[in-house]
């Protein structure tokens, strides 16, 4: 899943509750993610899915959905989702993010927000074969 650059913030950032920021800035600067990078992955991960295309554009729309920030493809996994459980995309998103933070909370009403080990575990996997995935690339890019 892509890493976006750490002094981004998206509209899904700002529009969470000041204390999920507070743990997805924890998680970040713990696995040395952007903040956008750990949202990337907490839906990825909650939609159970592989990888999102590195390069993959985003939406420049004058949208003010907070989908926009995300890659395209993300975005229609989200879409596909939502249409799925019948629900709104942006709650697609909260559920993720949820989850992510606290396996058993579906909101983020409910969600406790301490640092996991298996979660932060999760992500610097994540960081660590994104790592060796751009080192084989240009390997394969040198004669």
Request: glycine share 0%; hydrophobic share 40%.
């Amino acid at each position: 899943m892509p890493i976006s650059n750490p002094d981004t913030k998206s509209k899904i950032f700002n529009s969470l509750p000041k204390k999920v920021q507070s743990a997805i800035v924890a998680y970040a600067e713990s696995a040395e993610l952007s903040p956008d990078g750990v949202i990337i992955f907490a839906i990825a991960h909650f939609l159970e899915l592989e990888s999102i295309r590195e390069h993959d554009s985003h939406s420049h729309t004058e949208s003010t959905s907070i989908l926009n920030d995300l890659p395209t493809s993300l975005q229609t996994e989200i879409e596909n989702y939502a249409a799925l459980y019948d629900m709104p995309p942006e709650f697609v998103v909260e559920l993720a993010i949820a989850h992510f933070l606290d396996p058993d909370s579906i909101t983020f009403d409910d969600c406790q927000t301490r640092l996991q080990r298996d979660r932060l575990e999760l992500l610097r996997l994540e960081k660590h074969q994104r790592s060796a995935t751009v080192a084989q690339r240009s390997a394969m890019l040198v004669p």
